[in-house]
């Protein structure tokens, strides 16, 4: 999980200060420290570390906090809103130029998913109304023509490549021009990844900017790489002037150190930050959220757009029909699975639950891997059987677990959970009953 390392820390030791009635010098300096020890164990480099406890001491040790009702809960937003400004303060949208095409180029090292995500963008830009061109100039890595093909295929997003020449600033000039015969209102520039020392492949990268003039110039880092991906980001900015950031592998990165570092380094903001592999696994980097994540305080709003664009709405209120006359089955079951698992991973669900964190749900069981049996199971299961699940005798449960792979043993524990589900909900239902026998359901509204 992202930040999961430091999130951990700093709600340990925000924790302590959330009921304190009252602080001294001594108390502060002592979080301080240890909010110090644990931004370095993440990664974060030196100087902003130094600049970010100097900031909250001060306003820490300020009389308006000294003497305030609730000097614990102060603190705590001093440090929230502090690492809102770490982060970048406001979130940052794309640039759009005020006569289309938008240009926008992808540029950073090798490896760093710029093809993967140039596509993510292009998606995410069309769900904005836009209509994007995809430019493959990445002429050296073998294959990296095909693989941006293949991402446009996947997404149903053109992509203007020429396989005959191998210069890219000549590519990059003609995809330009088939944007503006064609009426593509955006073109997204995929180039080859280049070490920052490489002088004759950032001169030729130099060529492309003169020659398309791109409204913005993303530089795409992995956030794995923690303080090398900050130090990139510095020289890109110096040689080339980009216009933002956009992180990649931050659900990998468990100390977040490239996050908290990179805005302050560079003055260049996240714009976006890559949650995963899959095409739709993009996301806009808001500054406030991010924080709130890492301080267990969750991230409402992401959750609700998250399920926005995942839950239909039609089948929610069905089920919510169906939960009230008892009605809900395997077959309802195995369907809210499934829109579960297109919100994303549970580890990243619950962090933006306020006030949880997987620290606190290690002794639940959330293995992925179950929900897939569960799901090969009910599968396996007849029309009759997901219905009325009491029909499943010994030679059933055998022929199921040997059509979905699993074993009785499974099937008795999917059975077991199945039932206590619907128990739980019929208890939710009684609880919200009123007086004259209608129910209100806003748990699935």
Do not use: W
């Amino acid at each position: 999980m992202v930040f999961e390392g430091l999130s951990s820390k700093l709600q340990d030791i925000v924790r302590k200060f959330r009921g304190k009635g009252r602080v001294t010098e001594a108390d502060i300096k002592e979080v301080m420290r240890e909010i110090k020890l644990a931004l370095l164990e993440a990664d974060v480099n030196f100087k902003v570390v130094k600049d970010f406890i100097g900031v909250v001491s001060q306003k820490a040790v300020g009389q308006e906090v000294m003497e305030s009702l609730t000097p614990g809960q102060q603190i705590i937003k001093i440090v929230h809103d502090e690492l809102v400004n770490l982060l970048g303060g406001t979130q940052r949208k794309i640039t759009f130029a005020p006569r289309p095409p938008t240009i926008i180029m992808m540029v950073g090292l090798q490896g760093a998913g710029k093809t993967t995500t140039s596509g993510k963008l292009a998606s995410q830009l069309r769900k904005q109304g836009k209509n994007p061109l995809l430019a493959a100039c990445d002429v050296y890595r073998p294959a990296a023509i095909k693989q941006l093909e293949v991402v446009g295929s996947q997404l149903n997003i053109p992509v203007y490549t020429e396989y005959e020449t191998r210069n890219p600033v000549s590519i990059a000039g003609k995809a330009l021009r088939e944007a503006e015969n064609k009426g593509y209102d955006i073109v997204i520039i995929d180039t080859a990844g280049r070490l920052h020392i490489n002088e004759e492949l950032m001169d030729e990268i130099k060529n492309i900017k003169s020659v398309v003039k791109p409204t913005e110039i993303l530089l795409v880092v992995d956030a794995m790489t923690g303080q090398d991906a900050v130090n990139v980001a510095a020289s890109f900015n110096e040689k080339l002037g980009i216009d933002g950031i956009i992180l990649t592998k931050l659900d990998g990165d468990t100390r977040g150190g490239a996050a908290l570092s990179v805005k302050s380094v560079t003055g260049k903001p996240i714009k976006f930050a890559g949650m995963g592999e899959k095409l739709n696994e993009l996301e806009a980097f808001y500054p406030e959220r991010m924080a709130s994540r890492i301080l267990g305080m969750g991230d409402v709003l992401s959750l609700i757009e998250k399920a926005q664009e995942s839950i239909d709405e039609k089948k929610a209120l069905e089920l919510e029909k169906k939960l009230r006359t008892q009605q809900f089955t395997l077959e309802d079951f195995l369907d809210q699975m499934q829109q579960l698992k297109n919100l994303g991973p549970l580890n990243q669900i619950i962090g933006m639950i306020p006030g949880l964190s997987p620290k606190q749900l290690q002794g639940i069981d959330m293995d992925e891997k179950k929900m897939v049996h569960f799901e090969a199971i009910i599968q396996s299961m007849t029309k009759k059987e997901r219905v009325d699940p009491s029909i499943i005798n010994a030679s059933r449960k055998k022929r199921i677990a040997a059509g979905s792979g699993t074993t009785i043993q499974d099937i008795n524990n999917l059975l077991k959970r199945f039932e206590e589900l619907k128990k739980m909900m019929k208890q939710m239902t009684d609880m919200t009953k009123v007086k004259k026998g209608k129910f209100k359901m806003p748990f699935f509204r």
